[in-house]
């Protein structure tokens, strides 16, 4: 059973602070992993993609990826009150899920 | 971007009855589509896995004769919940692939409630 693991949270951070995401996964082989933000009654949007070890940045998001530790992170800089959502790490295509860290960013 | 459309974004029906969604790709061709099932407060699971002109893959425990899935079209997936029950409510998304990047994409999702 591929299994993709995240704290439920909720995550709170004040206004102008970094929120981090963490997530695992169970799948050794896995190549591909996203970040996607979710906001209530809504469907999924994608935030990153990464498939290689490292960082990679966009704006105020830095996705991390570790392969060898199974584990992949999200960070917010500069948080604002609008980056209050769900954020799901997803692995793999079909994309396999985790449970999603709910984050929200006190002003 | 690409856009999806899906609809109904809502719905409620009695229990016993027949509920169809469609998710339409509005500007490129879709050759797998992806339906979930996400209930709340839980992640996306995946329910199906069609590719257009073929029969849909069913994950394990979704019942293939109970929601019903037709890609017959590169643009058009349409998912089908026959003899609803009040368990069978959840928040319903598709997720078609471009066929020429493997990008994927999201419906905007349909919210099923079976009375």
């Known amino acids: 059973q591929k299994e993709v693991e995240q704290n439920s949270g909720p995550l709170s951070v004040p206004e102008g602070a970094i929120a981090s995401l963490n997530c695992t996964y169970s799948?050794?082989?896995?190549?591909?992993f996203f970040w996607y933000r979710q906001y209530s009654g809504k469907s999924p949007e994608l935030i990153m993609s990464?498939?290689?070890?490292g960082d990679k940045e966009d704006g105020r998001f830095t996705a991390q990826l570790n392969k060898a530790s199974q584990y992949v992170s999200l960070l917010i800089r500069d948080s604002q009150p609008s980056d209050s959502a769900t954020y799901l790490c997803?692995?793999?295509?079909?994309?396999?899920f985790g449970k999603g860290t709910r984050l929200s960013v006190i002003a | 971007g690409a856009v999806v459309s899906q609809h109904p974004s809502r719905v409620i029906c009695k229990s016993g009855t027949s509920v169809k969604i469609e998710c339409r790709s509005l500007?490129?061709?879709?050759?797998?589509m992806f339906w979930y099932r996400q209930f709340p407060k839980q992640s996306l699971m995946l329910m199906a896995t069609?590719?257009?002109?073929?029969?849909?893959?069913?994950e394990q425990g979704v019942e293939k004769d109970k929601f019903l899935i037709n890609h017959a079209s590169l643009t058009l997936s349409t998912l089908t919940v026959t003899s609803a029950h009040p368990e069978d409510s959840s928040f319903y998304i598709c997720?078609?692939?471009?066929?020429?990047?493997?990008?994927?994409?999201f419906g905007e999702g349909s919210r099923l409630t079976v009375l």
């Open positions: 500007d490129f061709q879709a050759t797998t």
């Open positions: 997803a692995v793999n295509t079909p994309l396999v």
């Open positions: 997720s078609p692939a471009s066929g020429r990047t493997g990008e994927l994409f």
């Open positions: 990464i498939y290689s070890n």
């Open positions: 069609s590719n257009e002109g073929s029969k849909a893959t069913y």
């Open positions: 799948d050794r082989v896995s190549q591909s």
